[in-house]
């Protein structure tokens, strides 16, 4: 039996050392239907109330990020928050899949990516992750339109630029790609129809 995602937020929340954010973080994730995302005027709200940073909370919320993980395989559960440039806090976690190989396996970082992506972000300035990235996840962070500028935060070590992790990195810039992961892009593909099913398809290939 599959353990629904607000009794695994209720659980972690006890990880959180301020009873009084946690509590917070509890009536906005329960209001908002746990849909995994903190809008910026949200971030800076419980930022100024509870005198901590954005990547402070960001650190906070890796347990509950954690949470939305699916691991049937390995049982370990990895959270990531990505930030946006315009303060948005995307959640996301790992993600596997019986009855096939591990390395179709979707890595937290990768997910909270790509949720930023499909609320059409336009770029990533911090990663928050309760584990070190794989280097996997590297070089997907690599291909970001901000790549170069991208901040890395763990529990133990903040701060961190992404070419500390990647060194002499391999990246689009040396395929003289100019067109980055999360750079607006439309493929200006168009379809007759009415349908909102195919009318959303549509948008979502045109951004592909």
Same mark, same amino acid.
């Given at each position: 039996m599959t353990t629904p995602i607000s009794d695994k937020i209720h659980h972690a929340l006890s990880q959180i050392d301020n009873a009084l954010l946690a509590q917070?973080?509890?009536l906005i994730l329960q209001e908002q239907k746990f849909v995994g995302f903190l809008p910026h005027f949200v971030v800076q709200h419980l930022c100024n109330k509870h005198q901590?940073?954005? =990547?402070?909370?960001?650190l906070q919320l890796l347990p509950i990020a954690a949470c939305y993980a699916t691991t049937p395989i390995s049982h370990f559960n990895v959270g990531a928050?990505?930030?946006?440039?315009?303060g948005n806090f995307y959640f996301g976690a790992n993600q596997e899949f019986c009855q096939t190989d591990i390395q179709q396996t979707i890595h937290a970082e990768q997910s909270a990516i790509s949720h930023a992506w499909m609320c059409r972000e336009k770029q990533i300035t911090d990663i928050s992750v309760n584990y070190t990235p794989c280097g996997h996840c590297r070089q997907f962070m690599n291909e970001l339109n901000s790549a170069e500028k991208l901040q890395i935060h763990l529990p133990h070590s903040q701060n961190n630029p992404l070419h500390?992790?990647?060194?002499?990195?391999?990246?689009?810039?040396?395929?003289?790609? =100019?067109?980055?992961?999360?750079d607006q892009h439309d493929n200006q593909l168009s379809l007759n129809s009415n349908d909102p099913v195919i009318l959303q398809a549509l948008a979502m290939a045109n951004q592909a």
């Open positions: 917070d973080i509890w901590i940073t954005p =990547q402070q909370l960001s928050i990505a930030t946006g440039v315009s500390q992790y990647l060194p002499d990195a391999f990246g689009p810039k040396n395929l003289n790609i =100019q067109l980055h992961l999360l």
